[in-house]
């Protein structure tokens, strides 16, 4: 990929109001996709994703996770390693950014109902100074609730000289989380795996489902509404657009003329696949995908497919990451945002 154009990703990701959305893909190979899991008599498909998940999640959140790297769970530290990077890249860009011309917070929405980013982040807070808002309220007991987001914090001087705001990531779960557990009519968020979660399962009737639950209809809200706002950009990882109802917002959001929206595709063949489940003939001047072959050899990973008996690339969280990490001050000087 030409150089002027990482600049142009890194200039908009510090400039713009900033938002991520990220799909199962991301968690691969740690969880694999929905595919992976067939329908047996015992147990759907659907039924193993979610105790995989579980069993994942219950796993990084235990105490001895730094302490016993089981061979057969190598994947997960790989991924986990990934998205704490991912976080720490994003702390970086927000601090280069202006926040009298820009919120120093960043928007990840994620249909995945794992707890990666929850765990990243909050090793990340242990080394800087950052406000993780997952949208609850409360002390011992914390109730999700949307209006929770759009908050901003800021940092005054001992002698009240200055304000500073504090950078903050705000996490969205349309589709639930395994820590997700219903109070009555309200969901508590637990700092543990519980037994029944919220979530929304990938069964094809994801868009019935979440208008029956007021929460997640919610979470789209918010969704739409940051995609609404002026000025903003949307980085797309690991997401197939399958979600009818995602797309169909997303596809909305792209007439917003000042929404520009990048796709990261894992693989070249996703081009067509995101075009088709879009509904989308071609790109539009504000929706961009991008896939390996738009990339040079050191932005994305080379591997055999032993299938096709030839070499191929593909481009993951960890690439993205790399180009996003390598923002700096001088990136504002280059191209056109």
């Given at each position: 990929?030409?150089?002027?154009?990482?600049?142009?990703?890194?200039?908009?990701?510090?400039?713009?109001?900033?938002?991520?959305?990220?799909?199962?893909?991301?968690?691969?190979?740690?969880?694999?996709?929905?595919?992976?899991?067939?329908?047996?008599?015992?147990?759907?498909?659907?039924?193993?994703?979610?105790?995989?998940?579980?069993?994942?999640?219950?796993?990084?959140?235990?105490?001895?996770?730094?302490?016993?790297?089981?061979?057969?769970?190598?994947?997960?530290?790989?991924?986990?390693?990934?998205?704490?990077?991912?976080?720490?890249?994003?702390?970086?860009?927000?601090?280069?950014?202006?926040?009298?011309?820009?919120?120093?917070?960043?928007?990840?929405?994620?249909?995945?109902?794992?707890?990666?980013?929850?765990?990243?982040?909050?090793?990340?807070?242990?080394?800087?100074?950052?406000?993780?808002?997952?949208?609850?309220?409360?002390?011992?007991?914390?109730?999700?609730?949307?209006?929770?987001?759009?908050?901003?914090?800021?940092?005054?001087?001992?002698?009240?000289?200055?304000?500073?705001?504090?950078?903050?990531?705000?996490?969205?779960?349309?589709?639930?989380?395994?820590?997700?557990?219903?109070?009555?009519?309200?969901?508590?968020?637990?700092?543990?795996?519980?037994?029944?979660?919220?979530?929304?399962?990938?069964?094809?009737?994801?868009?019935?489902?979440?208008?029956?639950?007021?929460?997640?209809?919610?979470?789209?809200?918010?969704?739409?509404?940051?995609?609404?706002?002026?000025?903003?950009?949307?980085?797309v990882i690991g997401f197939s657009f399958q979600d009818k109802h995602i797309a169909k917002m997303v596809r909305?959001?792209?007439?917003?003329?000042?929404?520009?929206?990048?796709?990261?595709?894992?693989?070249?063949?996703?081009?067509?696949?995101?075009?088709?489940?879009?509904?989308?003939?071609?790109?539009?001047?504000?929706?961009?995908?991008?896939?390996?072959?738009?990339?040079?050899?050191?932005?994305?990973?080379?591997?055999?497919?032993?299938?096709?008996?030839?070499?191929?690339?593909?481009?993951?969280?960890?690439?993205?990451?790399?180009?996003?990490?390598?923002?700096?001050?001088?990136?504002?000087?280059?191209?056109?945002?």
């Amino acid at each position: 990929m030409d150089e002027e154009v990482l600049k142009q990703l890194r200039k908009l990701a510090i400039t713009k109001q900033l938002n991520f959305l990220i799909g199962s893909g991301a968690s691969v190979p740690a969880i694999p996709l929905m595919n992976y899991f067939k329908d047996t008599h015992e147990k759907s498909g659907n039924e193993q994703l979610a105790e995989k998940v579980q069993y994942i999640s219950d796993k990084i959140l235990s105490d001895k996770f730094y302490t016993e790297c089981e061979i057969a769970e190598k994947n997960m530290y790989i991924v986990f390693e990934m998205y704490q990077k991912f976080i720490e890249s994003i702390v970086s860009l927000v601090n280069l950014s202006n926040s009298r011309q820009t919120p120093k917070n960043v928007n990840i929405f994620t249909t995945n109902y794992d707890l990666f980013i929850e765990k990243a982040t909050d090793q990340v807070l242990k080394k800087h100074r950052l406000v993780f808002n997952d949208g609850a309220s409360g002390y011992f007991e914390r109730y999700l609730d949307s209006s929770n987001y759009n908050h901003t914090v800021s940092y005054k001087g001992l002698n009240d000289n200055y304000i500073n705001e504090i950078p903050s990531i705000s996490l969205i779960k349309p589709h639930g989380s395994v820590n997700w557990e219903k109070r009555n009519a309200n969901i508590m968020i637990k700092g543990e795996v519980v037994d029944n979660p919220v979530i929304v399962k990938p069964d094809g009737l994801e868009s019935a489902t979440t208008f029956e639950n007021n929460h997640f209809h919610e979470m789209l809200r918010v969704f739409q509404l940051e995609l609404d706002k002026p000025q903003s950009i949307l980085f797309v990882i690991g997401f197939s657009f399958q979600d009818k109802h995602i797309a169909k917002m997303v596809r909305r959001a792209v007439q917003n003329p000042e929404l520009m929206v990048y796709v990261f595709g894992y693989s070249d063949t996703d081009r067509q696949t995101y075009l088709n489940n879009l509904q989308y003939k071609s790109e539009r001047p504000n929706f961009k995908i991008l896939t390996p072959k738009n990339f040079d050899e050191h932005h994305k990973n080379e591997y055999y497919n032993a299938e096709k008996g030839e070499n191929l690339y593909n481009f993951t969280l960890s690439n993205l990451t790399r180009i996003l990490s390598g923002a700096t001050l001088e990136d504002l000087k280059h191209g056109k945002a």
